[in-house]
C-alpha cells in the first residue's frame, strides 16, 4: 500500500509522517513548496504519477479571522483544490482521506452534542470554505473518508495549547472565553482512528473528536494546572475580543458513530492532553 501526504508539514501532517515512519510504510509527503494543491494539473499529474491507494489530506487554510478578509483564500484552498484532490484521485483510483471542521455548525444546537446528521450552517468564511469541501468532495466520488475535526493541537504552533503557553510567559493576567465550547483533539488520536478506519475500509462522513467537552477557559484552566502556570486566569466572554470571524458558541460534536463502527473508545480530551503536555 502507498500513501500520499499532502501538508505533511503541518501539525497533522508530521503526525502521519512519525506514524507511517514508524509501521515502515511506504508515502510520499508534499507540501506548498513542492505541490501548489490550488492548481490542477499539477495535482492530477503528481496522484497519476504517484498511483496511491490513500492520499489523506492534511492541508488546510485554517486561518478563521483572515479567511474574513480573504474569503477567495480559504475558498481555494479549502474548496476548490479540495476538489482537485477528489477529482485526481477519482481518476487514479485512489482513497481520499479528508479532514472538516466544527465551524460547519452554527453554534445554536441545545439538546447535546452535534452529531453528523445535524444540518451545517456555517457563520464564518472558513465554516462556509470547509463545508464547500466537503460537498464537493461528495459529488466527485464515493472513494472517500472525511472527518470533521475541531481544536486540535499537536506538535507545531497553530494550536491553542503552543499559544497559551507563550502568553502566560508574556504576561501574569489572561482573558479567556468562558463561551466558546467545542472539543481539543489531539493529532495523534486522529491518526489512531484514521488508520484504524482505513483498515476496516470505513467510508464516508464521520466527526472525530477526543471524548467530552469544554471552554476554551475550563482548557486553559487543565493546561496551567498540569504545567503549574502562575498566570491568573479570567472568564470573559469571547465577544470582548472583537475578532473578525463570528465563532459558535458551541460547536462540540459526538464521536460515537465512528467509535461504534470501530469498537473503540476514544480517549477523553483532559487524558489527551496530559499525555500529548507530558511528551514535550
Avoid at 510520499?28 to 490513500?54: A, H, M, S, W
Avoid at 477519482?90 to 471542521?101: C, D, K, Q, R
Avoid at 508574556?170 to 472539543?183: G, M
Avoid at 464516508?204 to 471552554?215: F, I, P, Q, V
Wanted: aromatic content about 10%.
Amino acid at each position: 500500500m502507498k500513501y500520499l501526504i499532502i501538508g505533511h508539514k503541518g501539525q497533522l501532517g508530521k503526525e502521519f509522517v512519525k506514524r507511517l515512519s514508524l509501521l515502515n510504510y511506504d508515502f510520499t509527503g508534499v507540501d506548498i513548496d513542492e505541490l501548489d494543491i490550488t492548481k490542477r494539473d499539477d495535482v492530477i499529474k503528481l496522484i497519476k504519477n504517484l498511483k496511491p491507494d490513500f492520499t489523506i489530506n492534511c492541508a488546510a487554510y485554517n486561518l478563521v479571522d483572515d479567511a474574513e478578509k480573504n474569503p477567495g483564500k480559504a475558498f481555494a484552498v479549502n474548496a476548490d483544490a479540495v476538489h482537485n484532490l477528489a477529482l485526481a484521485s477519482a481518476e487514479s483510483n485512489s482513497f481520499l482521506i479528508h479532514f472538516g471542521s466544527d465551524y460547519v455548525f452554527d453554534g445554536t444546537k441545545s439538546d447535546g452534542l452535534y452529531t453528523e446528521k445535524d444540518l451545517p450552517n456555517p457563520i464564518n468564511k472558513y465554516g462556509e470554505s470547509k463545508l464547500k469541501g466537503e460537498q464537493l468532495i461528495s459529488e466527485v466520488t464515493d472513494n472517500y473518508l472525511i472527518f470533521r475535526l475541531s481544536w486540535v493541537f499537536g506538535e507545531g504552533t497553530q494550536n491553542f495549547i503552543h499559544k497559551f503557553i507563550n502568553w502566560s510567559k508574556n504576561s501574569n493576567e489572561l482573558k479567556i472565553a468562558y463561551d466558546e465550547i467545542s472539543v481539543p483533539t489531539y493529532t495523534k488520536d486522529i491518526v489512531d482512528v484514521t488508520m484504524k478506519s482505513i483498515e476496516k475500509g470505513i467510508t464516508g462522513l464521520y466527526h472525530l473528536t477526543n471524548t467530552g467537552s469544554t471552554s476554551r477557559f475550563d482548557w486553559a484552566k487543565h493546561i496551567a494546572e498540569i504545567l503549574i502556570l502562575k498566570a491568573n486566569l479570567i472568564p470573559v466572554s469571547k465577544d470582548i475580543f472583537n475578532l473578525p470571524a463570528k465563532r459558535p458558541d458551541f460547536s462540540a460534536m459526538d464521536n460515537l458513530k465512528i467509535s461504534n463502527e470501530l469498537g473503540i473508545t476514544i480517549p477523553k480530551w483532559e487524558e489527551s492532553v496530559e499525555n500529548y503536555l507530558s511528551s514535550k
